[in-house]
């Protein structure tokens, strides 16, 4: 199958949310995430002022097509039964040839607990798999970040590397978890 399709035109709901792309009017929401430390600390760079969150919701809200190395698609998610975004999930096609993406998320403390990146996670891994013909899908995250790893397992994905200090932050060396399903995994995992 080819890798090439249009931009996404969304949005894409689950059981509680709607994922969809990032507007002008989202500044406010993204910033009080992506500016906290604590969130920006498993993020590999520091938190986000608000013009660069301004920078990158200019550049994510167009979306992608989706056909070279490198594309990727950064949606935000958003509670159906309130107003604001609480969060992103992003899928970057890190290989044509290959067929590979990486999958990610980032989501505002105050919504944790709830499921809420899981089932938006588990949206973006059926959408990279349904619709973007994505062979094999991958995380990467701080060996530290057992929140991101628990979500890992729960889209089924299987621990494929432990790289021992593999990067380094103000806070010294880093260890991170390699993370991945296979397009036929997914299929025979569900979305449980």
Known sequence: ??????????????????????????????????????????LYRPPRDRARCAEVIER??????????????????????TPGVIGE???SLSSVHAAQAEIGWVFHP??????????????????AFQQLSVHRLFARLDADNTASARICERLSMRREAHLIESDRDGRGWGSEYVYAILARE???AGTD
Request: glycine fraction near 10%; proline fraction near 2%.
């Open 1 to 42: 199958m080819s890798m090439d399709t249009t931009v996404f035109s969304g949005p894409l709901t689950t059981d509680r949310l709607v994922l969809r792309l990032f507007a002008e009017d989202d500044l406010n929401d993204m910033h009080a995430y992506q500016g906290l430390p604590e969130v920006a600390r498993y």
């Open 60 to 81: 994510i809200g167009r979306g992608t097509h989706w056909k070279e190395d490198g594309d990727s698609l950064t949606l935000a998610v958003c509670r159906r039964d």
């Open 89 to 91: 999930v992003v899928v």
């Open 110 to 127: 105050d919504h944790g607990g709830r499921g809420y990146a899981t089932e938006a996670a588990l949206a973006l891994r059926d959408l």
């Open 186 to 188: 997914a299929e025979s």
